[in-house]
C-alpha cells in the first residue's frame, strides 16, 4: 500500500504518493526533483542528507519520508536569501571551505540550524554543531574558519 | 514495510500495537537498522511522534515523569533533568550528533534494550520505573527487572513504553555519566558507568547513599552490588575510588569484539566508574560541574 501525503519543502507543497519505506531524502532528491541535499552513507553516519524539519537538523536517510506530513522541510536549496547566497554560503567560498563538495550541503545546513538557536558559538559550540557531518577532503580546518567568519559578522 | 500509520491518539496508537504493528518514534534505532542492511522494516509500523501526551516532562512532589518521545535534545537541556538529575543528562548530550539527538527518545533508548546505551545506567542508578501501557491498562516494572538481554525487555508484545518515572534523589546527592569514548561524536559507549552518591547533610563529606551502574561490559547495563556498603561512612578519597574501580572489574563480565578486548573493558569500565562516583560526590557539594561530565572533566575535551 502506497502512503499518500503532502510534504512541504522549502514552503511549497507537495502531493506525494510513495512506499511508506522511502526516506524523506529519497523523496526529496527522486520525487521533488531536489538534489542539493546528498546521500553518502545512507546510514545516518555522514550527514551529507542533512535537512532542516521544522528548523532542527535531521538526517533525512534515516527518517521516514511519511513522518515529515505537517512538518516543514528545508533544504540546501531554501538556505539563500532570494537570489543571494546565505551569509554562511559566501563565507564557505570565501575561505576556501569546499573542496568535492558532497558534505557543503550538510554542513551548511548544520551551520544554519547552529546559528539560529545561538547566534554568536564559541568554537567549541561550533564543532559540537557541526559533529555529525563528516568531510574527506579539508581536515574541517577551512570549514570552521568559515563558520567563524559567519558568527563573527552576524548582528 | 507494508503500512505506516500516524497515530493521534495514544488509544488509536495501542489498538494499532496490539494488532502487530511496531512503535516508530524518531527512527534512529529502527530504521537506521533498515538502512545499514541489518534487519528489515516491520511490515506495519505506527507512528507515536505526534502524541502530546508522551512528549511532556511532569514534575511532582515524589519525583519526575518523562514522556516517552522526549528526545535527547531535550533531556541535555531541560532545566528539571539537568538539575535534579544530572547523569541523564551527561548521557542525552553524548548520543550521536546534534541531528541524532534531536529525533532520538528516551522510550526508543529503552525499548531498544542495548547494552551499550548511554542513557541506561543513569536510569539504573536513578532507580527508574518503565511505564507501560496497553488496551489492558498501564503497569511500571523497575528498570532493574526490566532489560532482560540485548534487546530483550519484560514488556508484553501489546505493550508500549510511554514515559519512565524518576524518583527525586535525596538532599545533598549528585549524580554523574562517563563513557569511554574512541571520539567525541557518533559513537557508542566502549564502556561507561552511572553513579549517584549522596552525603551527609551536616556537611562532614561522608557518604550516606551511593550506587553505581556499569555499560556496555555485560549482556544488559548492570548495577553493582555492595557499592554502598563500600562506602557509606567514608569520604570520597583515593581509597574509597580505588575499591570502586574494583567493585566495578569485578562484576564486569565483557565480550571482546572489534572495538576492545574483554581485559580492556574490564580495566577501562573501572576507571570510569571512579571517574562517575567522583563527579557525582562533587556535584553532591554543590560543585557545578557542566553536562556533561565527558567534556568537563577532560575524556575527550574538545580544544
Known amino acids: 500500500m502506497t502512503h499518500e501525503f503532502e510534504l512541504q519543502v522549502n514552503g511549497i507543497a507537495h502531493p506525494v504518493d510513495v512506499d511508506p519505506s522511502r526516506s524523506l531524502l529519497s523523496v526529496i532528491r527522486d520525487e521533488i526533483g531536489l538534489t542539493g541535499t546528498k546521500e553518502g552513507c545512507d546510514d545516518c553516519e555522514c550527514g551529507a542528507c542533512m535537512v532542516l524539519l521544522d528548523g532542527q537538523p535531521v538526517n533525512s536517510c534515516s527518517y521516514l519520508a511519511a513522518q515529515a506530513e505537517g512538518r516543514s522541510v528545508t533544504t540546501i536549496e531554501g538556505i539563500m536569501n532570494g537570489d543571494e547566497l546565505a551569509e554562511i554560503q559566501k563565507d564557505m567560498l570565501d575561505e576556501g571551505g569546499v573542496q568535492c563538495g558532497f558534505c557543503t550541503p550538510g554542513m551548511i545546513i548544520s551551520a544554519t540550524a547552529l546559528f539560529a538557536r545561538n547566534p554568536d558559538p564559541t568554537k567549541d559550540e561550533i564543532q559540537i554543531g557541526l559533529s555529525g557531518n563528516l568531510c574527506r577532503c579539508t581536515g574541517y580546518g577551512r570549514i570552521l574558519e568559515a563558520m567563524k567568519h559567519t558568527a563573527a559578522n552576524r548582528d | ?303
Open chain 2, 1 to 303: 514495510m507494508k503500512e505506516l500509520r500516524i497515530a493521534t491518539t495514544l488509544e488509536e496508537a495501542l489498538a494499532l500495537i496490539a494488532e502487530g504493528y511496531q512503535p516508530v518514534a524518531g527512527g534512529t534505532d529502527l530504521v537506521v537498522a533498515a538502512r545499514g542492511g541489518n534487519s528489515e522494516l516491520p511490515d506495519h509500523v505506527v507512528a507515536i511522534d505526534r502524541l502530546a501526551e508522551l512528549s511532556e516532562i511532569n514534575s511532582s512532589t515524589g519525583g519526575l515523569q518523562i514522556g516517552a518521545t522526549v528526545s535527547h535534545a531535550r533531556l541535555m537541556s531541560d532545566e528539571s533533568v539537568v538539575d535534579g538529575f544530572t547523569a541523564l543528562a551527561d548521557a542525552a548530550a553524548l548520543v550521536g550528533s546534534p541531528a541524532t539527538r534531536n529525533v532520538g527518545t528516551i522510550g526508543g533508548n529503552v525499548m531498544n534494550a542495548s547494552p551499550a546505551m548511554d542513557t541506561g545506567s543513569p536510569l539504573v542508578v536513578l532507580d527508574a520505573e518503565i511505564v507501560l501501557r496497553s488496551a489492558r491498562g498501564e503497569r511500571l516494572v523497575p528498570v532493574s527487572d526490566f532489560w532482560t538481554g540485548p534487546g530483550q525487555t519484560a514488556s508484553e508484545p501489546d505493550e508500549l513504553c510511554t514515559a519512565v518515572a524518576i524518583p527525586n534523589l535525596p538532599s545533598d546527592s549528585g549524580s554523574a555519566y562517563v563513557r569511554l569514548e574512541y571520539r567525541r561524536a557518533m559513537e557508542i559507549a566502549v564502556v561507561g558507568a552511572g553513579a549517584v552518591v549522596s552525603l551527609d547533610p551536616d556537611g562532614d563529606g561522608r557518604v550516606v547513599g551511593a550506587s553505581l551502574a556499569l555499560t556496555a561490559v555485560a549482556p544488559t547495563v548492570i548495577a553493582v552490588h555492595g557499592i554502598a556498603d563500600a562506602l557509606i561512612g567514608r569520604l570520597i578519597d583515593e581509597s574509597a575510588l580505588a575499591d570502586v574501580a574494583a567493585l566495578a572489574g569485578d562484576q564486569a563480565s565483557p565480550i571482546s569484539d572489534l572495538r576492545a578486548s574483554n581485559d580492556y573493558r574490564r580495566h577501562t569500565v573501572g576507571v570510569m566508574a571512579r571517574r562517575a562516583v567522583e563527579a557525582a560526590s562533587r556535584r553532591a557539594t554543590g560543585e557545578s560541574i557542566l553536562v556533561p561530565v565527558n567534556r568537563s572533566i577532560g575524556i575527550g575535551a574538545v580544544t
